[in-house]
């Protein structure tokens, strides 16, 4: 099975409000769809978003990323050895991740349609039932109360709180919707807006609250991997390392130094499924679990994610996949379903989702 040609096309979706956070809105879903050929008539498709404010790439960058590793791929027999043709993706341009992703998502589609296997058994995994959070973007406290109170009544139990302005306004956030919906668990996510010092004091006074708080995610700055483990000293609830983990090698940074109680793994971040998988095998071995998160991205890429969280269930506890929750329509073809917090995975060949 020869790859035979290697094309992109774009998916837009509106979304049902802004998508706000300390570091960026974004008012529709602008996303680079990827597909491999084969010669023997296979497609497969992967997906990736321009996300410039996190991975640095541009839709600009991610072509031309893209272009260069399928110049390494055409022409390539994926039944032959197909570890060998993801390490191309990696070894044929540095960085990148989204675009590697998006090229991997697709790889791995085919080999599992080529294998007559949904891609989450391909990669040994079993469980098929997931239930994300939904993210309540970052507005005033009134505004974000609404959003949390529509999102109870859509059937979701765990909010993904947006922080990230004055301390003073955080604090008042969280304790507003943590008081109106206190069966309802509240993940908070300050973007990197926080110094150390306001993480600390900012969570010990939500702790004195008893709120149901379930973590915090990456408060502070990405490479400040002292101040993570600053943090996770002083405060009671568990810290998720987010965008301080890219790779394996910042894993085992954050591992090695205990600086972290959880990781989130996101195929954009890593450069796709395999890079993913060994995160995750990373964490098992210091008994650490992990959230998969995504960029704000489309089926085909949220799909791959929960595969991915399939295949390392052990290791994947906390589902972060909102983003097919927060689009007007979805015009793709897909055997997911979706029922609230609830998303099941189908059982067709690969993916499930394609154009």
């Known amino acids: 099975m ?6 992109t096309l774009p998916f837009k979706a509106s979304l049902k409000t802004p998508f706000i956070t300390s570091l960026r809105r974004v008012d529709s879903l602008e996303d680079i769809i990827v597909c491999i050929e084969c010669d023997n008539g296979l497609k497969g498709y992967g997906e990736c978003a ?7 790439e541009s839709e600009a960058s991610i072509f031309s990323s893209i272009g260069v590793i399928s110049n390494a791929l055409i022409g390539k027999d994926l039944d032959k050895n197909f570890s060998g043709i993801i390490q191309i993706v990696h ?10 992703s998006a090229i991997e998502i697709a790889l791995y589609d085919l080999i599992s349609k080529q294998n007559k296997m949904p891609l989450f058994v391909y990669l040994g995994g079993f469980k098929k039932e997931f239930e994300t959070d939904v993210t309540i973007s970052l507005k005033d406290s009134s505004a974000m109360l609404q959003d949390a109170l529509k999102a109870h009544k859509e059937g979701f139990h765990t909010l993904k709180i947006k922080l990230g302005s004055s301390p003073k306004e955080d604090i008042q956030r969280v304790i507003t919707i943590a008081n109106a919906l206190p069966h ?3 993940r908070l ?4 807006a926080w110094s150390t010092q306001e993480s600390i004091n900012i969570m010990q ?12 995610e990456q408060p502070i700055k990405a490479n400040d991997i002292k101040g993570l483990k600053k943090i996770k ?24 130094s205990n600086s972290a109680d959880l990781i ?4 954009a971040k890593s450069g796709g499924i395999s890079k993913a998988l060994e995160i995750a095998s990373e964490c098992r071995k210091y008994g650490v679990k992990c959230m998969i998160g995504c960029m704000l991205e489309g089926p085909i890429a949220i799909t791959a994610a929960l595969h991915v969280a399939s295949a390392a269930a052990d290791v994947i506890q906390y589902i972060d996949l909102d983003a097919m929750h927060l689009i007007e329509s979805n015009s793709l073809k897909s055997d997911i379903v979706l029922d609230g917090a609830k998303i099941t995975l189908g059982t067709s060949f690969g993916l499930g989702v394609e154009p």
């Open 2 to 7: 020869k790859i035979k040609s290697i094309t």
């Open 50 to 56: 321009p996300t410039v404010a996190i991975t640095g």
């Open 91 to 100: 070894d044929s341009i540095q960085g990148n991740t989204s675009a590697k």
């Open 184 to 186: 309802l668990k509240l």
């Open 189 to 192: 996510d300050a973007n990197q």
């Open 205 to 216: 006074e939500l702790e004195m609250q008893k709120l149901n708080i379930e973590l915090l």
């Open 233 to 256: 000293d002083a405060i009671q609830t568990p810290l998720l390392a987010d965008e301080a983990v890219f790779d394996i090698r910042q894993a085992q940074t954050i591992l090695q």
């Open 264 to 267: 989130n793994i996101k195929l």
